[in-house]
């Protein structure tokens, strides 16, 4: 199996995007299925919002009713436990009194009489503020529900616009960042089936996805009359019969025609150009062919409309003939020649 290294580069550029914009992702085709699915995402979460609220109204509802039972309850209960006290105490200021005995006997018994008359008075206090402070506590409860309950009754639509909007807005923005990608994640997927189509070659061929290479002084290129300060190519092929230089592309037959025909053809020429003097120039290889150059083809791979046209230097290639191709040249580097390459690049790249 061929040897792969580094992810592809739209995936890369991908989770950086996303990252950025703190959004988390299993997989590429979770991105397109929530693009495809953006309208009915974005629907179900306002029906599911309409449930929500309809269950809260519910247990609102229920709430009121319990809570309204559960004051009933408790007063009864601290009244009936108070009176229960009283009662009794009543019962010995009740035995205190007509009570025949001497005058230091009644000072006493009257001084009893007077601690229970104060007990009571105190348990009536007490009662009277253990149900003030408990209804208090539990009417703010009771009135919240209510308050709620009242709002959720009067403006239903409101409130479900109003509690949905946040997470809407959140589903926006996470649309419109991966809207921003889309051409990357299209691009991510057709780079990701290249390398699963080239990973099938022997391990005589050695794959470097992503290769980026800046040049310290850069370099004129003069079919375009520019200069070159860096290079990005999508896949770097050390095959047995040399370096192939592969360009992935989605075309569509319309986009295809919109691209102008020229531009992804310039654009591997000028990619094909700098790995050329990278080669050349930046190279300590040792070459044991007699000073040979090293062979570099140029490869666009599509994942989609495959052009009529035929162009120099460079082949088109639907994916099921990339690899047939790519075998079809005979041999002329060793192992440790392409090892070398391998080295090289991986050394190099930034």
């Known amino acids: 199996m061929c040897r792969v290294y580094n992810t592809v580069g739209s995936l890369t550029t991908i989770k950086m995007h996303l990252s950025q914009n703190r959004i988390n992702f299993d997989s590429l085709n979770d991105l397109i299925a929530f693009q495809n699915d953006y309208s009915a995402t974005r629907q179900q979460a306002i029906l599911n919002q309409r449930s929500t609220l309809l269950r809260e109204s519910e247990a609102l509802r229920i709430g009121v009713v319990q809570l309204e039972d559960e004051i009933k309850k408790c007063r009864s209960e601290i009244e009936q436990k108070s009176n229960l006290k009283i009662n009794n105490l009543k019962l010995?200021?009740?035995?205190?009194t007509g009570v025949n005995a001497n005058a230091l006997q009644m000072l006493t018994y009257k001084i009893?009489?007077?601690?229970?008359?104060?007990?009571i008075k105190y348990q009536q206090i007490l009662s009277e503020l253990i149900i003030y402070f408990w209804s208090r506590l539990v009417r703010k409860q009771l009135s919240r529900k209510r308050e709620r309950l009242k709002y959720l009754d009067s403006n239903f639509e409101e409130a479900v616009?109003?509690?949905?909007?946040?997470?809407?807005?959140?589903?926006?923005?996470?649309k419109r960042a991966i809207d921003d990608i889309s051409?990357?994640?299209?691009?991510?997927?057709?780079?990701?089936?290249?390398?699963?189509?080239l990973e099938q070659l022997s391990d005589e061929f050695i794959l470097i996805n992503d290769f980026t290479f800046s040049f310290t002084k850069a370099i004129?290129?003069?079919q375009t009359k520019e200069y070159i300060k860096s290079v990005q190519i999508d896949h770097l092929l050390i095959s047995p019969s040399g370096i192939f230089?592969?360009?992935?592309?989605?075309?569509?037959?319309?986009?295809?025609?919109?691209?102008?025909l020229r531009s992804p053809i310039q654009q591997i020429k000028r990619s094909s150009f700098a790995l050329f003097i990278i080669v050349s120039n930046y190279s300590n290889l040792t070459r044991q062919w007699s000073g040979s150059k090293i062979p570099i083809r140029n490869i666009i791979a599509t994942m989609g409309y495959l052009p009529t046209e035929e162009f120099q230097y460079l082949k088109i290639l639907p994916l099921d003939k990339l690899a047939g191709y790519i075998k079809y040249f005979k041999p002329s580097l060793s192992n440790q020649e392409r090892e070398n390459l391998v080295n090289f690049f991986l050394g190099i790249r930034t």
């Open 92 to 96: 010995q200021l009740d035995k205190l």
């Open 112 to 119: 009893r009489a007077l601690l229970i008359q104060v007990k």
């Open 161 to 174: 616009r109003k509690e949905i909007k946040v997470a809407l807005l959140n589903l926006d923005r996470k």
């Open 183 to 197: 051409p990357s994640i299209y691009g991510a997927i057709g780079e990701q089936k290249v390398v699963k189509e």
């Open 220 to 222: 004129y290129y003069s």
């Open 245 to 260: 230089l592969i360009e992935t592309k989605n075309w569509t037959k319309q986009s295809w025609l919109n691209s102008g």
